[in-house]
């Protein structure tokens, strides 16, 4: 099965701090991606990843900003965080080719404070 | 830019009767279109999706959806619904070409299964 750990369930963070939220895959897919998910905004997308040291913003990358070195790991990192910042973040990945699902981290919620 | 759309923020329905949960979509070109569950405090998993053939898809824990390319819609349902359906439920469409499998969500829409 594939496997899409996130390093944290759950993070309390202060105002200001600089965070780093980790993803890692085991499945070797090329594509890894940062969603943020928040009450009737359903999932949107913050940055992907389509190959190693490859990034583009999605649809609110304001404040985010993300790193790749190795295939298998994406992170996803908070340069000042912020209470508007409170959310859970989904790590997902999926393959390179074809119209493929992807496939979901468990989540970290996380607070700023 | 592709969109997915599900109308009902929840749907309620007792245990045993079939269920329906809605989704239109919005694309240029062909559609491929998902389904995702997600329990409390989890991450989503992946029920179904359609890339093209029959217009019936069959997925995960007896949940199908149904492609009808004139009304662009593709609700997801299931004949007899179980309490341990209830969970938030999303559409997705995929946006990008080539090797960007870039998925675009709905807002979600909550199912509740009452006993």
């Known amino acids: 099965d594939v496997k899409v750990t996130q390093s944290s369930r759950y993070l309390v963070k202060r105002t200001g701090e600089k965070v780093f939220l980790e993803c890692v895959q085991d499945m070797d897919h090329e594509n890894m991606f940062w969603y943020r998910q928040d009450p009737g905004l359903g999932l949107r997308l913050i940055y992907f990843?389509?190959?190693?040291?490859?990034?583009e913003k999605g649809d609110i990358p304001e404040g985010y900003s993300v790193s790749r070195e190795k295939k298998e790991r994406f992170s996803l990192i908070l340069e000042s965080a912020s209470t508007n910042q409170t959310s859970m973040y989904l790590c997902a990945s999926s393959p390179g080719v074809g119209p493929a699902e992807a496939f979901f981290g468990q989540g970290t919620r996380l607070t700023v404070v | 830019a592709q969109s997915v759309a599900q109308p009902e923020d929840q749907v309620n329905v007792a245990e045993g009767n079939p269920l329906t949960v809605k989704c239109t979509y919005s694309?240029?070109?062909?559609?491929?279109l998902f389904w995702y569950v997600q329990y409390p405090n989890r991450g989503l998993q992946f029920l179904l999706k359609?890339?093209?053939?029959?217009?019936l898809v069959k997925g995960s824990y007896g949940f199908e959806a149904e492609f009808n390319k004139s009304q662009t819609s593709f609700h997801l349902k299931k004949p007899s619904a179980l309490v341990s359906d209830s969970a938030l439920y999303f559409c997705?469409?995929?946006?990008?070409?080539?090797?960007?499998?870039?998925?675009?969500f709905g807002t979600g829409t909550l199912l509740a299964v009452q006993p």
């Open positions: 359609y890339i093209t053939g029959d217009n």
């Open positions: 990843s389509y190959d190693v040291k490859m990034k």
């Open positions: 997705a469409v995929r946006e990008g070409s080539g090797a960007t499998n870039k998925l675009i």
């Open positions: 694309v240029s070109g062909n559609p491929y």
